[in-house]
């Protein structure tokens, strides 16, 4: 099974490289993030050709996600099952070939001292508590998404200027760690121990005359987290650039993982 996670920025913006990266690299299952567009203006039209069934919860302009899967998921739910229905464009929960796969948009936070940040730092207890409910930690889950959160200092440039930043705040972290520990492990650091890759560049940040992309100054916030079951059969993982690379791109860029299942 070839598993992806892609934070789009707008699906109806990414058309063209989303079609182009399923055609070309033929995942299992896409899962994508930030989609922005409310269900009845999903792009489907766009997928008709494809072998791909999408399962998706938008909303308009911002939040939203979807998985693209070649098997039909035999589950498929939405949201924490624990608060408001505004919750559920933020997380997806299906279940392709045996594997329970939690596709989320984890809140960003905007400002450590702003409301947002504390409703981040509950989101992750509370799906910390979804998974207490929902999962078993010696099955096969695969937990993965935008995670608004750089783990460690090598995930992010710069470390010493961010320890505000709400992405890398010891705050955020360790609400981040505390749901890692429930029985996942980090795919790309186990292959990795100590690569700095990113996954996302800021549109807005220059070094000088260069981009963050082009300076490569960047943050690792797209993770991939599996169980025990699937961690033994992971062959391969990487972080695909070119996606980031092509034009009108989105701020980040294609995670991927290949399990022998």
């Known amino acids: 099974m070839k598993i992806a996670t892609f934070n789009v920025n707008s699906i ?23 989609t922005k567009v409310q269900d009845h203006q999903f792009p489907l039209e766009a997928f008709a050709e494809s072998a791909y069934r999408v399962t998706y919860k938008g909303m308009k302009s911002y939040n939203g996600v979807a998985v693209f899967s070649l098997e039909k998921p035999t589950v498929s739910r939405f949201g924490l099952d624990d608060g408001p229905e505004s919750d559920e464009p933020r997380m997806a929960h299906v279940k392709i070939d045996g594997v329970d796969i939690i596709n989320t948009y984890i809140p960003q936070g905007y400002l450590i001292d702003s409301p947002k940040y504390p409703y981040k730092l509950e989101w992750f207890k509370r799906l910390r508590r979804y998974f207490e409910k929902n999962l078993q930690a010696d099955k096969p889950v695969i937990w993965l998404g935008d995670m608004n959160v750089a ?23 360790l609400a981040y760690r505390d749901v890692v520990q429930w029985g996942f492990t980090d795919v790309f650091r186990h292959k990795y121990p100590d690569v700095q890759q990113f996954t996302f560049w800021d549109y807005r940040f220059r070094a000088g005359q260069k981009s963050a992309m082009e300076a490569n100054l960047g943050w690792r916030i797209d993770h991939m987290m599996v169980t025990q079951p699937l961690l033994t059969s992971l062959k391969a993982v990487g972080v695909d650039m070119a996606p980031r690379m092509r034009e009108k791109a989105s701020d980040h860029t294609v995670l991927w993982a290949d399990f022998d299942i």
């Open 12 to 34: 109806r913006q990414r058309l063209p490289i989303v079609n182009d990266w399923l055609s070309q690299q033929r995942p299992d299952v896409l899962c994508l993030q930030e």
């Open 151 to 173: 783990p460690e200092p090598i995930d992010v440039h710069h470390p010493e200027k961010h320890e505000d930043h709400p992405c890398y705040h010891v705050d955020a972290r």
